[in-house]
């Protein structure tokens, strides 16, 4: 019966996470830019390679992004690349109504994410619960979505861009056996 | 006799011009010791956080003349002597605007990317047949744009040559003590980044948007005002349909109205980048974009636009972050043109 409970306990959390934490679209994504380098053991290298290519696509398509965005970049080997963009690089155009970008690279490294498939792994494991008894936090909830697509060819990146729905209170109560 | 005389005459000259150079100098020292001191002993910042304790008591006599608004910093002549007084100051406030220098003088200054553009595009209308009229429109245009990327250099022309890490260091070493601070930015800033890794109390990260706003310090409430960037309608939007709005956009100018400020009274630092970068160039005839950059679609949108700002200005009176989350454009506005 106990065990039962905490299967059904586990059930539940699972569905919350998926909830708030999914879906992750970024795995589906075809096209990867070929790029080189140990993402986790380096991290100017991979700023470095995700400056180079998004600030062009900054300045292309200035309105699009603001302050505080938080984008993934997806490279070739699998490797996805999580960032924000500073409000520190931005100044507000109150003429054109644009957000300009400024030369310095606006993107802020936050984590890399090893790859996407292992991350909903993780993120949707029933197990990472367990050992929590009964607790509530406030989650930012959202979603990955398909930006743009860069390049053509051979080499070409994808961004994806998380689209918020907003912050909610999540309360647990898991039971582990 | 007279080659003699000219030697006399010639060395007279040169010790004349060696007394005015070094009277001017002490002069100079005199009439500005605090540029004098700030632009000195400024160094590549350490890797790990502030100012040792030696160089405290140094800093706070370096911090004197910080403005009650920091964001006048922004007005100075000398942008790294600005940049140096704020950074060694104690003022999360002057910290923001130490970053905001660093951010566009070391771009400016490390980057020769719009100098080769405004001359590349310089060199194109000068061997085209274009229409007189329009080509003249945008080489005045693209003057001014060449005109204010030269001020801002020389604005900041302390910064060259630091090269472009240096710059990021000191911009992340500013961040992470702007972060770690107590007081109306810091409290943004670390709640904010709790409920965005959903280990956050809502409520608090709320109470803290809201004093920062109720603050009289500009700084701090455009921090919070950017903080609220992830909350507002547009982030629940797919990325195709961000472009046709942009609540921050409508935010800001709803928080300029409320604060008594303007687009036309940008500080210099600023109006200097909307230039050069985004080609909008004010000057005392006003605002030109040059022909070949207009305003964005949202000019389609511009009464749904002004809703919005009207809506976030009344938001912001009531000093209510939850009800400027909830802020939506109205379609029916859209549905009546």
Same mark, same amino acid.
């Given at each position: 019966?106990?065990?039962?409970?905490?299967?059904?306990?586990?059930?539940?959390?699972?569905?919350?996470?998926?909830?708030?934490?999914?879906?992750?679209?970024?795995?589906?994504?075809?096209?990867?830019?070929?790029?080189?380098?140990?993402?986790?053991?380096?991290?100017?290298?991979?700023?470095?390679?995700?400056?180079?290519?998004?600030?062009?696509?900054?300045?292309?398509?200035?309105?699009?992004?603001?302050?505080?965005?938080?984008?993934?970049?997806?490279?070739?080997?699998?490797?996805?690349?999580?960032?924000?963009?500073?409000?520190?690089?931005?100044?507000?155009?109150?003429?054109?109504?644009?957000?300009?970008?400024?030369?310095?690279?606006?993107?802020?490294?936050?984590?890399?994410?090893?790859?996407?498939?292992?991350?909903?792994?993780?993120?949707?494991?029933?197990?990472?619960?367990?050992?929590?008894?009964?607790?509530?936090?406030?989650?930012?909830?959202?979603?990955?979505?398909?930006?743009?697509?860069?390049?053509?060819?051979?080499?070409?990146?994808?961004?994806?861009?998380?689209?918020?729905?907003?912050?909610?209170?999540?309360?647990?109560?898991?039971?582990?056996? | 006799?007279?080659?003699?005389?000219?030697?006399?005459?010639?060395?007279?000259?040169?010790?004349?011009? &060696?007394?005015?150079?070094?009277?001017?100098?002490?002069?100079?020292?005199?009439?500005?010791?605090?540029?004098?001191?700030?632009?000195?002993?400024?160094?590549?910042?350490?890797?790990?956080?502030?100012?040792?304790?030696?160089?405290?008591?140094?800093?706070?006599?370096?911090?004197?003349?910080?403005?009650?608004?920091?964001?006048?910093?922004?007005?100075?002549?000398?942008?790294?002597?600005?940049? #140096?007084?704020?950074?060694?100051?104690?003022?999360?406030?002057?910290?923001?605007?130490? *970053?905001?220098?660093?951010?566009?003088?070391?771009?400016?200054?490390?980057?020769?990317?719009?100098?080769?553009?405004?001359?590349?595009?310089?060199?194109?209308?000068?061997?085209?047949?274009?229409?007189?009229?329009?080509?003249?429109?945008?080489?005045?245009?693209?003057?001014?744009?060449?005109?204010?990327?030269?001020?801002?250099?020389?604005?900041?022309? #302390?910064?060259?040559?630091?090269?472009?890490?240096?710059?990021?260091?000191?911009?992340?070493?500013?961040?992470?003590?702007?972060?770690?601070?107590?007081?109306?930015?810091?409290?943004?800033?670390?709640?904010?980044?709790?409920?965005?890794?959903?280990?956050?109390?809502?409520?608090?990260?709320?109470?803290?948007?809201?004093?920062?706003?109720?603050?009289?310090?500009?700084?701090?409430? !455009?921090?919070?005002?950017?903080?609220?960037?992830?909350?507002?309608?547009?982030?629940?939007?797919?990325?195709?349909?961000?472009?046709?709005?942009?609540?921050?956009?409508?935010?800001?100018?709803?928080?300029?109205?409320?604060?008594?400020?303007?687009?036309?009274?940008?500080?210099?630092?600023?109006?200097?980048?909307?230039?050069?970068?985004?080609?909008? *160039?004010?000057?005392?005839?006003?605002?030109?974009?040059?022909?070949?950059?207009?305003?964005?679609?949202?000019?389609?949108?511009?009464?749904?636009? !002004?809703?919005?700002?009207?809506?976030?200005?009344?938001?912001?009176?009531?000093?209510?972050?939850?009800?400027?989350?909830? &802020?939506?454009?109205?379609?029916?506005?859209?549905?009546?043109?």
């Amino acid at each position: 019966m106990r065990k039962l409970l905490a299967a059904i306990s586990a059930f539940v959390a699972t569905i919350v996470l998926a909830a708030t934490y999914g879906p992750f679209p970024i795995s589906s994504f075809a096209l990867r830019q070929q790029v080189s380098g140990n993402y986790a053991a380096d991290e100017g290298a991979n700023f470095g390679l995700a400056s180079a290519y998004f600030t062009s696509v900054l300045q292309t398509m200035p309105n699009r992004y603001k302050p505080s965005d938080r984008i993934r970049i997806l490279y070739n080997d699998g490797v996805v690349a999580e960032f924000s963009l500073k409000a520190a690089g931005a100044i507000y155009d109150p003429f054109r109504r644009v957000w300009m970008w400024s030369p310095t690279p606006p993107l802020e490294f936050k984590k890399v994410v090893k790859t996407a498939q292992e991350q909903a792994s993780y993120d949707l494991d029933p197990a990472w619960y367990c050992g929590t008894t009964s607790s509530s936090m406030t989650v930012w909830t959202g979603y990955w979505g398909q930006d743009t697509v860069f390049g053509s060819g051979g080499a070409v990146t994808i961004t994806a861009m998380w689209i918020s729905t907003g912050p909610v209170t999540v309360y647990t109560k898991v039971q582990c056996v | 006799m007279r080659l003699g005389s000219a030697v006399r005459f010639r060395t007279l000259l040169a010790a004349v011009v &060696v007394l005015a150079a070094a009277f001017a100098g002490w002069h100079f020292l005199l009439a500005a010791p605090g540029q004098i001191r700030a632009s000195t002993h400024i160094e590549a910042p350490e890797a790990g956080g502030g100012p040792g304790p030696e160089r405290r008591a140094e800093s706070v006599a370096a911090a004197e003349g910080i403005p009650t608004d920091a964001r006048k910093l922004l007005d100075e002549q000398n942008l790294f002597a600005a940049f #140096g007084r704020a950074r060694d100051s104690q003022r999360p406030d002057a910290w923001v605007i130490a *970053c905001q220098i660093a951010d566009v003088c070391g771009g400016v200054t490390n980057d020769s990317l719009y100098r080769n553009e405004i001359d590349r595009r310089i060199g194109e209308l000068n061997s085209t047949n274009a229409m007189a009229p329009e080509r003249e429109e945008e080489l005045r245009h693209l003057s001014k744009r060449k005109a204010a990327l030269a001020e801002l250099e020389r604005r900041c022309a #302390g910064f060259r040559g630091l090269g472009r890490p240096w710059t990021l260091n000191a911009i992340r070493e500013l961040e992470t003590r702007t972060k770690q601070s107590e007081g109306d930015i810091g409290r943004v800033l670390q709640t904010t980044e709790l409920v965005e890794n959903g280990r956050g109390d809502y409520g608090q990260w709320v109470r803290a948007l809201s004093a920062a706003i109720g603050s009289r310090n500009t700084v701090a409430g !455009e921090a919070a005002i950017m903080a609220m960037a992830a909350s507002l309608f547009d982030q629940r939007l797919p990325p195709g349909e961000r472009t046709r709005v942009s609540a921050l956009g409508a935010l800001t100018e709803a928080w300029w109205q409320v604060t008594g400020q303007s687009g036309q009274d940008l500080p210099a630092l600023e109006r200097l980048s909307l230039c050069v970068v985004g080609g909008s *160039c004010i000057d005392k005839d006003g605002v030109t974009y040059g022909s070949s950059v207009g305003r964005t679609d949202l000019a389609n949108d511009e009464r749904e636009y !002004e809703d919005l700002v009207a809506q976030y200005a009344e938001g912001l009176r009531r000093n209510d972050p939850e009800s400027i989350f909830k &802020v939506q454009p109205r379609r029916r506005i859209d549905s009546k043109k």
